[in-house]
């Protein structure tokens, strides 16, 4: 059994945290939001009165914060000071990769361990168990961490040293961003020219344009059962997530002078949709903007 401090216990965070119990780990939490320690209090999670008194007697501190200035205000307002010398710290939020090695060199100066983990699957993920992890450290942190990982996830790479689990995040989220984009335009234009959603579903998902964003996320009902647009675009991954990931994504493309054309226009798009109505609706809510031409 592993004493755990886990900070941050919102949509993601908290189902996160009941799975290490149910696990049978020792899970102390602590947030700033009322609704959410309510939440954790409900589900079984101690809660403690700050996240540094979580973090006193923890093996293992996770955090899962909105921005990369909340983790860094976390790490050097006190956390990595109440920490055991030696601690572990896994990075669970998705903030930029010059942040992440910030908070990995922090971290390591106060005498402690730190991999950066981001996660991908959303909200089901969590609460199934079935999260993927991009992780970034060293080979021993992260032999250090991937017990826990495996129990809130299935799929877990090491992706190199630090800061590369946030590389590896912001590149796939581009990536999804201009698929669900891609997706979207793909069932307006089917409508316009009469196409029934399930005819272009049932031969795109089974064609060249077979992908995540089709398949699992289809942004019309009908087709798939469990996506968001059979309940209203409720997410799933808001689009305001969204936009915040593409504005790390564009934060890296200017870093390095990459020519990404569809990733800056993802960036654009969703950047509008999130300004809208779409901040709290699922990313792949992005659809009636486009038949409405609003982005």
């Known amino acids: 059994m592993t004493r755990i401090a886990f900070l941050g216990l919102g949509h993601m965070g908290l189902p996160m945290a009941v799975n290490l119990v149910k696990a049978g780990h020792e899970v102390h ?48 307002g006190g956390l990595l000071a109440a920490a055991r010398p030696g601690t572990l710290f896994i990075e ?33 993920g969590a609460e199934n168990g079935t999260l993927a992890f991009m992780v970034g450290g060293s080979e021993e942190d992260f032999t250090a961490a991937l017990p826990l990982l495996e129990v809130m996830g299935k799929r877990i790479v090491h992706c190199g040293g630090p800061g590369l689990g946030q590389a590896a995040k912001v590149c796939n989220n581009m990536v999804l961003a201009v698929s669900q984009i891609a997706v979207a335009e793909a069932f307006v234009l089917g409508e316009r020219l009469g196409l029934e959603h399930q005819a272009l579903f049932d031969v795109v ?73 779409g901040a709290g609706r699922d990313f792949s809510g992005i659809i009636t903007d486009i038949r409405d031409g609003v982005v």
């Open 92 to 124: 669970s939020s998705t903030i930029a990769v010059d942040e992440a090695q910030a908070a990995h060199a922090l971290a390591v100066e106060a005498g402690h361990r730190n991999v950066d983990a981001p996660v991908s699957g959303g909200v089901v």
């Open 205 to 277: 998902s089974q064609a060249s344009g077979q992908c995540w964003s089709l398949t699992t996320n289809c942004p019309v009902p009908g087709p798939v059962p469990t996506s968001p647009a059979n309940r209203d675009y409720q997410p799933g991954f808001a689009g305001a997530l969204m936009a915040k990931d593409l504005g790390l994504a564009l934060q890296a493309i200017e870093q390095t002078s990459t020519d990404a054309k569809m990733g800056r226009l993802a960036q654009e798009l969703y950047a509008a949709f999130a300004a809208g109505d």
């Open 29 to 76: 939490g602590f947030d700033l939001v009322p609704a959410a320690i309510e939440a954790a209090g409900a589900a079984g999670i101690p809660i403690t009165s700050s996240g540094a008194d979580a973090a006193t007697d923890a093996d293992v501190v996770i955090t899962m914060f909105p921005a990369g200035r909340h983790v860094l205000d976390a790490y050097q």
